[in-house]
């Protein structure tokens, strides 16, 4: 399983974008990026999953380049209620296989 | 969407006691789940894997004799934590996958043991 790399903690302001980067240099050709929220005494949420290039949906934006050692989850405008951990997990897309986590980024948006 | 449920949300034993934590898949079949224990202000750790009709499969170092898992049937897994102690206090959360995409977790159980 692909280790991946996060910074531990990022601070941003109500209305900004948010950019987080995973760094995943062990990728191999059948994984996926996935991106998944956690707030405090919850599970895991799923945000948003890419394969290359760049995937949208109603809450954000991956950015895969095309060595796809990296990726990079873009929250617009965010607000308080995005203050969470966000963790990028790397593996094949489809099926049940184990998820690793790594240790996530501790977003904190403040007003 | 895909929702898996996990009961009890809280619960809080003597030590000593055994406590079973429950995880339904409500929607889908689950042949298999994960269960995953999380300390404060840590990531999640695998603890094993759930399959349906056969053993689990556990990570190095978890005891497989104190976390007994359960997965009888297609929508539903147990972790029962045996003769637990304050140690075992954690949170604790499971997964499936329901499909395409990524993984369901459930809400997760905290653990609290006195």
């Known amino acids: 399983l692909a280790k991946t790399t996060q910074p531990i903690s990022m601070d941003s302001y109500e209305g900004q974008e948010v950019n987080i980067t995973c760094s995943h240099n062990?990728?191999?050709?059948?994984?996926?990026i996935t991106w998944y929220q956690q707030f405090p005494s919850q599970g895991p949420r799923f945000i948003i999953q890419?394969?290359?290039t760049k995937v949208t949906n109603e809450v954000a934006s991956l950015f895969i380049p095309a060595d796809r050692k990296s990726s990079t989850l873009s929250l617009p405008r965010v607000s308080l209620s995005d203050t969470a951990v966000y963790y990028c997990?790397?593996?094949?897309?489809?099926?049940?296989?184990?998820?690793?986590f790594g240790q996530g980024t501790r977003l904190t948006i403040n007003p | 969407g895909a929702v898996v449920s996990q009961h009890p949300s809280r619960v809080i034993c003597k030590s000593g006691t055994s406590v079973k934590i429950e995880c339904r898949s409500l929607?889908?079949?689950?042949?298999?789940m994960f269960w995953y224990r999380q300390f404060p202000k840590q990531s999640l750790m695998l603890m094993a894997t759930?399959?349906?009709?056969?053993?689990?499969?556990?990570e190095q170092g978890v005891e497989k004799d104190k976390f007994l898992i359960n997965h009888a049937s297609l929508t539903l897994s147990t972790l029962t934590v045996t003769s637990a102690h304050p140690e075992d206090s954690s949170f604790y959360i499971c997964?499936?996958?329901?499909?395409?995409?990524?993984?369901?977790f459930g809400s997760g159980t905290r653990l609290t043991v006195v």
């Open positions: 997964s499936a996958v329901p499909g395409l995409g990524g993984y369901t």
């Open positions: 062990n990728i191999a050709t059948n994984d996926y």
């Open positions: 890419g394969y290359k």
């Open positions: 997990l790397v593996g094949e897309g489809q099926g049940a296989q184990k998820l690793v």
């Open positions: 929607d889908f079949q689950a042949t298999t």
């Open positions: 759930s399959n349906e009709g056969s053993k689990a499969t556990y």
